[in-house]
């Protein structure tokens, strides 16, 4: 069974730094996803990585899939306090469930 | 607004009854997956159903339970409640009844057992 872990679980950084997120997955998997949760509110999709070698960029984002060392990282870069939220990331592999990680609590401190 | 639409959003009830709560998935899309947000288990997948059919199922208790009607709305009925299932439930749609590329998340429903 996939196994997701993300780390770290918490995250407390300051305006205009630059930090990576790392999500591991235990077996196989098809695709990578990286989800946004604001406190209380639902799951706002940021990318899906597909492929080994997959890089995603959008705005301060940017997401790489590493297959081989079954490794995905979303980087941060110059953060602002609009980034404060919690990313998900979550694999899954062909017909199977959607399995997420425990999340990352990013809290930007102006 | 996602698209996927999901009521009630708030429900308080108390031990030992039942709810449902109902979902209507993004504009055809047939694939109906229903997760279960806790602070002590994270993001746990429930079941899913395509196009009126289960079609996988994950951590779902036998006091819960689901459908997916013709229309493609589904619904979650979770009957002998305990403290314990205060939780978010998030439904998601997607097209197809493989993983999609875009798994949309409704708005979610919270549920609070007294």
């Known amino acids: 069974e996939l196994k997701v872990e993300q780390n770290p679980l918490f995250l407390s950084m300051q305006e205009g730094k630059n930090y990576t997120i790392y999500c591991n997955y235990s077996t196989t998997s098809d695709r990578l996803y990286w989800y946004r949760q604001d406190p209380g509110k639902s799951l706002e999709s940021l990318f899906v990585l597909l492929s080994n070698g997959a890089v995603k960029q959008e705005g301060r984002l940017m997401a790489s899939l590493d297959t081989k060392a079954r490794l995905s990282t979303l980087h941060i870069t110059a953060a602002v306090h609009d980034l404060s939220a919690t990313y998900f990331c979550?694999?899954?592999?062909?017909?199977?469930?959607?399995?997420f990680g425990t999340g990352t609590r990013l809290t930007i401190i102006p | 607004d996602s698209g996927v639409t999901q009521t009630p959003k708030h429900l308080i009830t108390a031990t030992g009854q039942r709810v449902t709560l109902r979902c209507s998935p993004r504009?055809?899309?047939?694939?109906v997956y229903w997760y279960q947000q806790s602070l002590d288990q994270g993001l746990q997948f429930l079941i899913q159903?395509?196009?009126?059919?289960?079609?996988a199922k994950g951590n779902i208790l036998e006091r819960f339970s689901a459908q997916q009607f013709p229309d493609l709305h589904s619904e979650l009925n979770l009957s002998s409640l305990e403290l314990g299932d205060s939780a978010l439930y998030f439904c998601?749609?997607?097209?197809?009844?493989?993983?999609?590329?875009?798994?949309?998340f409704g708005a979610g429903s919270r549920l609070t057992v007294l």
């Open positions: 159903y395509y196009n009126g059919e289960e079609r």
């Open positions: 998601a749609s997607s097209e197809g009844q493989y993983l999609p590329n875009v798994l949309t």
């Open positions: 979550a694999g899954g592999f062909g017909n199977e469930k959607l399995t």
């Open positions: 504009s055809g899309d047939l694939s």
